[in-house]
């Protein structure tokens, strides 16, 4: 966790008790012998209180008995330490790891889920005593998940600053909101490991509206930038594509959340996970069209400044690679037809560019300048295409007048 500002790092609380805990409730899956129960009492003396009498291996004398009464003779001397020390430092350590995403760089420390398989299994040993330590951290866990959703969806950052915030990202930022769905996917495992049904619905819930939020930034940004060309439009746009794994992780706990929660469509109502996927798809769609306008005037031979070219290029390359890499067996199928159209249209630009530098070259006075500039346009298109993995005939042609053009041009100037 980043340390705040002015402040010592506060160490993982229960990292012993956790790991002792593990092997603690794998010894009382095993078969219980008497040389099983001195291992237990070893394992827990360094927890005993100094007023909690040393406990006495009861088994020795039960030679014979049912494995259920030789674990209910072993529980009784230990359990006192397990209720009173044991469970209220995991309840603690988890709290730390899940909660407040605290970290150890301490070798052979089980994983968090692991701590939790333990917690829940030792309260089931204990029948039910200490109950109240998992539902402790069920709470921690799901007024976190809930202030962490609220947070987020409002775009508000306590403090604005990196050692604020344990995410290390600025809150809004498509980054940013897909490390807050993977903490989200954590609370969910550890949820699901200690049982709690209820809260994994209102997590779950949470996890949804803040993926539908996520998406509903991204389409802001995208129609942000088709509706004004400006600056702060194009950097609002060109952080949302630049973040496209970002981008990917939101949109697959999207379609994740349409197979789980199937809602039923009709004539008036869209379900709101499918609807936030179909806007932002529908703003990708519109980008494109505003994205091949801009650059098909500029291969065209059109005044544009060259870095604000460049990013243009970047955008469209991101959103080949976003329509390539969602992978998911609910795919909508406008994505297939909008890779299809970038790349189609990326090598229509490519055959445009390509003849407008030869008709330049060609073109009497010669413009050396506006060649030249068409020549580093024409080379950057390349490169699109090589990108999105279209290497035929389109770029083979486009490369061919490249080299003949750059051969002219250095003549010219010798």
């Not at 402790?136 to 866990?141: E, G, T, Y």
């Not at 996520?214 to 060109?238: C, P, T, V, W, Y």
């Not at 952080?239 to 697959?252: C, E, F, Q, R």
């Amino acid at each position: 966790m980043p340390m705040r500002s002015g402040r010592a790092p506060v160490p993982l609380r229960g990292a012993r008790e956790a790991r002792d805990a593990v092997t603690l409730a794998r010894l009382l899956r095993g078969t219980i012998t008497p040389l099983r129960g001195d291992e237990v009492l070893a394992l827990l003396e360094p927890h005993r209180p100094r007023l909690v009498p040393k406990p006495v291996n009861p088994l020795a004398a039960m030679l014979g008995q049912p494995q259920g009464r030789l674990l209910e003779a072993l529980l009784r001397p230990t359990a006192p330490i397990i209720l009173d020390v044991l469970l209220p430092r995991l309840r603690d350590h988890l709290i730390d790891r899940v909660v407040h995403n605290k970290g150890t760089a301490e070798d052979g420390l089980p994983g968090a889920l692991e701590v939790a398989t333990a917690l829940r299994a030792l309260v089931a040993l204990l029948r039910g005593a200490g109950r109240g330590t998992v539902l402790s951290v069920v709470s921690a866990i799901e007024a976190d998940a809930r202030a962490d959703a609220d947070r987020l969806v409002r775009g508000e950052a306590p403090g604005a600053t990196a050692e604020d915030d344990p995410a290390g990202v600025t809150p809004g930022a498509m980054d940013g909101l897909a490390h807050a769905l993977l903490r989200f996917e954590a609370r969910r495992l550890m949820l699901e490991t200690l049982g709690a049904t209820v809260a994994l619905r209102d997590v779950v819930y949470q996890s949804r509206r803040l993926t539908r939020h996520a998406l509903r930034r991204a389409a802001e940004a995208m129609d942000g930038f088709g509706a004004d060309r400006g600056i702060k439009a194009l950097h609002a746009s060109l952080a949302t594509l630049a973040s496209v794994d970002g981008l990917l992780v939101v949109a697959m706990r999207n379609l994740d959340d349409q197979e789980e929660h199937r809602e039923e469509a009709n004539a008036f109502v869209e379900p709101a996970d499918r609807k936030a996927m179909n806007d932002c798809l529908s703003a990708a769609w519109r980008l494109s069209d505003t994205l091949f306008d801009l650059v098909g005037k500029a291969a065209n031979g059109g005044d544009l400044d060259e870095l604000l070219f460049e990013a243009l290029l970047r955008q469209l390359r991101s959103l080949h690679q976003f329509c390539t890499d969602l992978d998911h067996a609910g795919r909508p199928a406008v994505l297939d037809t909008l890779e299809r159209r970038l790349a189609e249209r990326s090598r229509a630009l490519a055959g445009i560019a390509g003849e407008r530098l030869v008709g330049i070259l060609l073109a009497r006075p010669a413009d050396p300048a506006k060649a030249r500039r068409l020549l580093a346009r024409g080379q950057s298109l390349a490169q699109l295409l090589y990108d999105m993995g279209q290497d035929g005939d389109e770029l083979e042609a486009l490369a061919l007048r490249l080299v003949v053009a750059r051969d002219a041009l250095n003549h010219a100037a010798a």
